[in-house]
């Protein structure tokens, strides 16, 4: 043990790895890492059993986990992820954006998933504690963030299906990242697919939830064998109300310049509650954008394209910020959102948005997180 933070009664030892990548291993690793590739040299672990409580929290070096086959989370499933940035601001220090609001996420997960809160201070801590050693690992280029990945799963040995499991492990691992989709802001094409559903009512579809997105990746892969980048989610009882495109939140546009407006499909309980989407219906009032929470089918979709009344659509997410949606596939056809080029509501958000991440906008909102 090298040193330690306390957090929330709890202790982080801090036992450094003996092989940290050199300044020049590193450089080399942060020259165009992709999404998801590349990962830091530490992580942080912390213990939970039914009898003790959270305990045994650690930074220590990233490294495989050995689990007993009988692992219940490996069976069962039981596993809650979440996704945020640490981003690297102009004077050299490192913010992370409403990572409040990705630990209150977790616990509502962790609820669904019938397990145990993680306090809101060790979720904060954990980062903290990784970030303290690894923070220059957060690249300096432009559009690269460090994308941090927090996970708990289910570590009671045994196959028994009655119950939730009584012990848990939680990990946090962060991995330098680009930008998400290789194209950068070209606009992608999505498929309209009624052939499966992501979530349904009473389901797990509000949760980050890793079963969710085992079930996602038919969808996309008949996505793309169609020619689209991405899958648009249908709501499960009509098939027909728009819900969200692969792992992001949609917005649409309607209308252009002083009279534009944004809809968003409402929070129904099928749909992942996206922190980046609640950023945007802050931020486009703010901007003289009126956004709207509601419903939208995919024959509104299509005539609003059609009569020009619908202008731009775009994606959100934290990986990808803003994604333009240019073209739209179904099994009834297809059809283009405006030009298919990003419009104007979709870069000026980016762009917000993004500087705001960044640190070269104030923040007005009490958003970023100076973390090292
Ligand atoms: C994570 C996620 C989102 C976006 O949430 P953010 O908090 O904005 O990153 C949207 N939809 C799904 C299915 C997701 O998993």
Redesign the pocket.
């Known amino acids: 043990m090298n040193s330690s933070t306390t957090t929330s009664g709890l202790t982080f030892d801090v036992r450094l790895s003996p092989q940290r990548k050199t300044p020049q291993q590193r450089a080399a690793l942060l020259d165009g890492p992709g999404f998801g590739n590349v990962f830091t040299d530490h992580m942080v672990t912390i213990r939970y059993t039914e009898d003790k409580g959270w305990y045994d929290a650690r930074l220590e070096p990233y490294g495989p986990l050995s689990l007993d086959p009988a692992t219940a989370a490996l069976h069962y499933a039981q596993e809650i992820f979440e ?2 940035k640490a981003y690297r601001h102009p004077d050299g220090s490192v913010a992370c954006f409403r990572p409040d ?2 630990a209150a ?1 977790f616990n509502r997960s962790a609820h669904r998933m019938a397990m145990p809160a993680l306090p809101e201070d060790l979720f904060l801590g954990a980062i903290a504690t990784l970030l303290e050693q690894d923070a220059d690992w957060v690249p300096t280029q432009e559009n690269s963030s460090l994308y941090l990945r927090p996970f708990m799963f289910a570590t009671d040995v045994g196959l028994g299906v009655n119950h939730p499991s009584r012990s848990y492990l939680f990990v946090l691992i962060a991995s330098p990242s680009g930008p998400y989709f290789s194209g950068g802001v070209a606009p992608v094409t999505v498929w309209l697919g009624e052939d499966y559903t ?1 979530a349904a009512p009473g389901g797990t579809g509000e949760a ?1 939830f890793a079963g ?2 085992a079930a996602s990746f038919l969808a996309q892969a008949q996505a793309v064998e169609k020619g689209c980048d991405q899958v648009v989610w249908l709501d499960a009882v009509e098939h027909r109300w728009v819900e ?1 495109m ?4 949609l917005f649409f546009v309607f209308g252009s310049g002083d009279s534009a407006r944004l809809l968003t499909p409402a929070l129904t309980g099928t ?7 609640d950023s945007l219906l802050r931020l486009a009032p703010e901007l003289g954008l009126p956004v709207e929470e509601g419903r939208i089918s995919t024959g509104a979709w299509r005539d609003a394209a059609a009569s020009g009344e619908l202008t731009e659509v775009f994606a ?4 990808a910020v803003i994604t333009p949606v240019g073209r739209v596939k179904s099994a009834d056809g297809e059809f283009t959102i405006g030009d298919g080029s990003p419009g104007p509501v979709t870069l000026r958000l980016r762009e917000e948005l993004v500087a705001l991440q960044y640190g070269t906008r104030p923040d007005t909102h009490g958003w970023i997180h100076r973390i090292a």
């Open positions: 996704g945020l609001a990705n996420r992501r980050k969710n997105y969200e692969g792992g992001m939140n749909l992942l509650p996206g922190i980046t989407r959100c997410g934290t990986a």
